[in-house]
């Protein structure tokens, strides 16, 4: 397994930290990073492990799923001041977007929630290269869960998908089988055969006169839906078992400051 944390800070310090070295700093100091905005914690653990095989010792970080306020400190580490150097900036990136994360799916949970306490909120594939094995536990920090991990972990054809293959004959697997019809038709045609039946572009209107009509077609079909804006969740959670969504991903980063200091 590749050593994700190896890569960003090989990213930013190939070679040796520049500033560092013409400063000549030697001895060793405190990191503490800090957050100006409320948020949700997330990988602040994945983050002290790294810190931890580097030699330095992580004094304090919140626990994954911790809401926090403006203010509060989310890590804090000492060791080899060069060593803090090198890692800080990438370090509070890489928390600004996993606390953005896991506060924007936890938001959308709870919006979703309110209108019905049994619906799950899931993200999609669409994370970013090298950045998934995070960015999934972030969505899981927040509440949300995850619609599908890879092509590796699931079955779901989409419109592409029949387009394609021409119409679904018997279909068998150990896994769920998810399909997204292209039109009422197909939804009733394959709805004996789904076991997920994800519904977009369908307003809330017609996913309330749809979906207990399928249901009565199988009453083991799970109803998805994907592809909405996140004002328009309550309308939607009613009528459907799991809403899909793609935005947690690109929750705007949180501002976050990081303070080094000598010992």
């Not at 000492?78 to 600004?96: A, I, M, N, Y």
């Not at 029949?162 to 009733?188: C, D, H, M």
Request: charge should be neutral; hydrophobic fraction near 40%.
């Amino acid at each position: 397994m590749i050593d994700l944390f190896e890569l960003y800070f090989f990213e930013d310090c190939p070679y040796q930290d520049e500033s560092a070295e013409l400063l000549a700093l030697k001895g060793k100091g405190t990191l503490q990073i800090k957050s100006r905005e409320a948020g949700v914690s997330a990988c602040t653990d994945d983050l002290a492990a790294y810190y931890e095989k580097q030699g330095l010792k992580v004094c304090a970080f919140l626990e994954n799923g911790k809401p926090f306020e403006p203010e509060t400190t989310l890590f804090e580490a000492e060791g080899d001041l060069k060593t803090l150097f090198k890692l800080w900036r990438v370090s509070q990136t890489f928390l600004s977007v996993m606390c953005a994360i896991a506060g924007k799916a936890a938001a959308f949970t709870q919006l979703a929630r309110k209108a019905n306490p049994d619906v799950i909120v899931a993200t999609s594939r669409k994370t970013h290269p090298g950045a998934r094995k995070f960015e999934i536990k972030a969505v899981r920090a927040g509440g949300a869960d995850v619609h599908r991990n890879s092509l590796s972990d699931s079955i779901q054809f989409s419109q592409n998908h029949l387009r394609v293959a021409g119409e679904l004959k018997n279909l068998r697997a150990l896994k769920k089988i998810e399909i997204e019809p292209r039109s009422r038709e197909e939804a009733f045609k394959y709805a004996k055969k789904a076991d997920i039946m994800l519904l977009d572009h369908l307003s809330p209107e017609e996913l309330r006169e749809l979906s207990p009509k399928l249901k009565e077609l199988n009453s083991k079909l799970e109803l998805a839906v994907g592809g909405i804006k996140a004002e328009k969740i309550p309308e939607y959670a009613p009528f459907v078992d799991i809403i899909v969504s793609s935005a947690p991903y690109y929750a705007q980063p949180l501002d976050l400051t990081s303070k080094i200091e000598r010992i």
